[in-house]
């Protein structure tokens, strides 16, 4: 799949914007703060209806509107359609072929989208936070009923802790009421449990061959995925719902205790070894890095397994952070097949060949310069 | 705002409306003062009424003006069940189907513990009163399909499960008339969920 074309209005730092890509690599050149990554933002908003830097919409309203536009032309499976998405003060909508998306999970899985960017590298000495949400955005763009089950699953677990403050200050002390929150919790925490260990399973098997070619065999990358409850991929749904219910009971006063939810999938992390050796406590920087770069590969790879299609890939400024060798990896495995947006202050530090044929925008305070 | 205070006033409590903006309140307020003085007095009045002679059924939870409420005092129906639900309009959409013929217990709200609602804070203790006292043999569990309502239903059920009364909840998956090839990931597996013998 390629996004043939895209057209920004009152959006960021730009009035009105309209590119037309290549299909294979496009760069986009610029001084710093000229919108460089507003760009990358927008392909990216494109596809998912939020930003990965912020969480607040409004941000991406140009400063003197009161509206943004972000709209693209995908190609992917042979036909192209647009997609849209507007943010106002009163919110936003997403037009999938011009007509409006009410659910969330309806739009996002339309456009397919990787991005690796500076704080990616950190994603393997990051917060489990960061960790979680990466797995989460790559399964949810594969299996879109996989957001509608995290976002019941985030409702539940809002009420449920609410409800643990109370019994913990003994506001209520009737149980009844936190068993069927517990029930339902369970009902929708198995299935993101289940969801995530198949999608880790996948992933392990992609990650582990491209970091060995990385690392010239020196490496062997393993990851686990740490959970309240020990199940493995294989494990069938019911038993997890079963595992988790004991749990919970186990746990209940505790909880009670300490007012909150101590256990489900919204505190798993996943835990990187390169030989052995967890790689976020004993990995040098390298490795670290080796093991982020792998795992963005790696889900390329899945996303062509799972959809049909290479996703499109974003790098935001992210080429001149990683070694020569580990740069020129990158561009061999995507040359060909995948359409790239790269983003840089200048292609003097890249030297690859795949770059003498990319398209070259050279983008200015908002406006574009050139092109070629 | 320059306007005289007795159309202020007007304008401010027609704002105090649910989906009615200053706009549309200055439009409303606009349209009143045309209006013939008998109607106005009328209007005026059935507000007034609506609200004063308006009670909630103490049997029920249901609104009326007496008490018990027309539904719950109508000896042709059939005591046996009683359906749940959240709001008087609920009840005021089963009514329109003319097809259930038993009795209703209106909930006024779910149970979320976010916006400090709990079980004493809707209509529930007086449900489980009349479940002593009448010879009730299935309780329908009609609250909304979402988060809370689901809650809330599990509750209940939880709450009545003990006394050994048929418990059910309404079905929910596909609309009548609809397309299954429209039809979201989410409704086509619960429609397939409570998929029924033939």
């Not at chain 1, 998306?101 to 690796?116: C, E, H, P, T, W």
């Not at chain 1, 489990?128 to 539940?156: A, S």
Request: aromatic residues 8%.
């Amino acid at each position: 799949m390629y996004i043939k074309e895209i057209s920004v209005e009152n959006y960021r730092n730009y009035d009105e914007l309209s590119l037309q890509f290549d299909n294979q690599i496009n760069v986009i050149i610029g001084e710093n703060a000229q919108g460089k990554t507003n760009l990358m933002e927008a392909i990216y908003v494109l596809a998912f209806t939020k930003s990965h830097r912020t969480a607040k919409d409004k941000e991406l309203i140009k400063w003197d509107s009161n509206y943004a536009k972000i709209k693209g032309d995908v190609f992917k499976r042979n036909r192209s359609f647009p997609l849209e998405v507007i943010f106002s003060q009163k919110g936003k909508k997403a037009k999938f072929n011009h007509i409006e998306q009410k659910r969330l999970s309806d739009y996002i899985g339309a456009l397919n989208v990787v991005m690796f960017a500076p704080e990616h590298l950190n994603l393997v000495k990051g917060s489990p936070q960061e960790r979680r949400k990466f797995i989460d955005m790559e399964i949810g763009q594969i299996q879109p009923v996989y957001i509608y089950h995290l976002g019941q699953y985030q409702k539940i677990l809002k009420q449920r802790n609410a409800l643990l403050k109370d019994l913990q200050r003994q506001k209520q002390t009737d149980r009844t009421m936190l068993k069927v929150l517990t029930e339902q919790l369970i009902e929708h925490g198995s299935i993101v449990l289940k969801k995530r260990l198949q999608f880790l399973q996948k992933l392990r098997e992609w990650a582990t061959p491209i970091h060995d070619g990385i690392s010239r065999g020196l490496e062997a990358l393993t990851i686990d995925y740490e959970g309240s409850i020990n199940v493995s991929e294989d494990t069938d749904l019911e038993r997890i719902i079963e595992t988790y219910t004991s749990y919970y009971d186990s746990i209940e006063d505790r909880e009670v205790e300490r007012g909150t939810t101590l256990a489900g999938p919204h505190r798993d992390d996943l835990i990187f070894y390169v030989n052995n050796r967890n790689v976020q406590t004993y990995g040098s920087q390298g490795q670290q890095r080796t093991t982020a770069l792998s795992l963005k590969l790696a889900e390329i790879e899945l996303i062509d397994q799972e959809v049909g299609e290479y996703p499109i890939l974003l790098l935001d400024d992210v080429l001149s952070e990683l070694d020569a060798h580990r740069q020129s990896h990158l561009l061999n495995t995507i040359q060909g097949k995948v359409q790239t947006f790269v983003t840089t202050t200048s292609v003097d530090g890249i030297h690859h060949e795949t770059l003498k044929d990319a398209q070259i925008f050279n983008i200015h305070n908002g406006q574009l310069l050139s092109e070629r | 705002m320059y306007y005289p205070e007795p159309i202020t006033k007007l304008i401010d409590s027609f704002t105090k409306l649910p989906g009615i903006g200053p706009k549309t309140a200055a439009r409303l307020a606009f349209f009143v003062l045309e209006m013939k003085e008998d109607d106005v007095l009328d209007f005026a009045k059935s507000l007034v009424n609506a609200k004063r002679e308006l009670t909630h059924c103490t049997v029920c939870g249901h609104i009326t003006d007496q008490d018990p409420c027309s539904i719950c005092s109508d000896q042709s129906r059939d005591n046996s069940v009683i359906c749940v639900v959240q709001d008087p309009k609920d009840v005021i959409a089963m009514e329109k189907m003319k097809d259930f013929q038993g009795k209703y217990h209106v909930l006024h709200g779910t149970i979320s513990p976010m916006e400090g609602i709990g079980p004493e804070d809707i209509n529930v203790s007086t449900l489980i009163e009349r479940l002593k006292d009448e010879k009730v043999e299935e309780l329908i569990l009609a609250t909304n399909p979402n988060v809370e309502g689901e809650a809330t239903a599990m509750y209940i059920s939880r709450l009545v499960k003990p006394s050994g009364l048929r418990l059910t909840r309404i079905a929910h998956g596909l609309p009548v008339g609809g397309d299954l090839e429209y039809a979201d990931e989410v409704t086509l597996s619960k429609a397939l969920e409570g998929r029924r013998d033939l």
